[in-house]
């Protein structure tokens, strides 16, 4: 069974700084479109607020913005 994408087309996310990546890939994106993937790590297609590069990233490399979080509907709790 092919696991869910975590984030949906429109919503901010930050990459998460790795040590080994490109300086200027850090910072907010939004994702443009879901890719198919087999592998546990889904990946995306995601667009930079700075400058428009485009480029495909995994899910474990980025984290939900504070917009995107604070757009979240939560369950309510009983």
């Not at 993937?37 to 485009?54: A, C, L, Q, T």
Request: net charge positive; aromatic share 6%.
């Amino acid at each position: 069974m092919q696991q869910q994408h975590r984030f949906r087309i429109g919503e901010d996310v930050e990459l998460i700084p790795r040590h080994f990546s490109p300086r200027e890939a850090h910072g907010r994106y939004t994702i443009t479109r879901l890719l198919p993937n087999d592998s546990m790590d889904r990946e995306y297609r995601v667009k930079s607020g700075h400058d428009g590069h485009e480029r495909v990233v995994r899910e474990s490399e980025m984290r939900a913005s504070a917009t995107t979080l604070a757009s979240r509907t939560w369950p309510s709790e009983s």
